[in-house]
Nanobody, 121 residues
Framework: QVQLVESGGGLVQAGGSLRLSCAAS????????MGWFRQAPGKEREFVAA????????YYADFVKGRFTISRDNAKNTVYLQMTSLKPEDTAVYYC??????????????WGQGTQVTVSS
């Protein structure tokens, strides 16, 4: 089992950038696929991005392509979400997720507690 702790959220102006981090416990981090989801007030949680165990393959929701980048450092047991050109509609709680096989829009077995990202206009 893996435990996930997100950090890096905060308040930023539209057009700005933030980098979220997700630190994972355990010695088998490199065997997990990882991902990021978000949930805005009054909305369903939605998939943002995913990365495979090695970092060689990444996947993005259409609404973040070209603006967000997911990456991982297996030596540090950490996955990142670099967010640029932020928009007010990116405001949400961002969750880190993990799975032994793959993280997709409908699959993830482990979740962090979330970190708030607020983008002001």
């Amino acid at each position: 089992q893996v435990q996930l702790v997100e950090s890096g959220g905060g308040l930023v102006q539209a057009g700005g950038s933030l980098r979220l981090s997700c630190a994972a416990s355990g010695r088998t981090f490199s065997s997990y696929a990882m991902g990021w989801f978000r949930q805005a007030p009054g909305k369903e949680r939605e998939f943002v991005a995913a990365i495979n165990w090695s970092g060689a393959s990444t996947y993005y929701a259409d609404f973040v392509k070209g603006r967000f980048t997911i990456s991982r450092d297996n030596a540090k047991n950490t996955v990142y979400l670099q967010m640029t050109s932020l928009k007010p509609e990116d405001t949400a709680v961002y969750y880190c997720a993990a799975d032994r096989v793959v993280v997709t829009a409908t699959r993830a077995n482990y979740w962090g507690q979330g970190t708030q990202v607020t983008v002001s206009s």
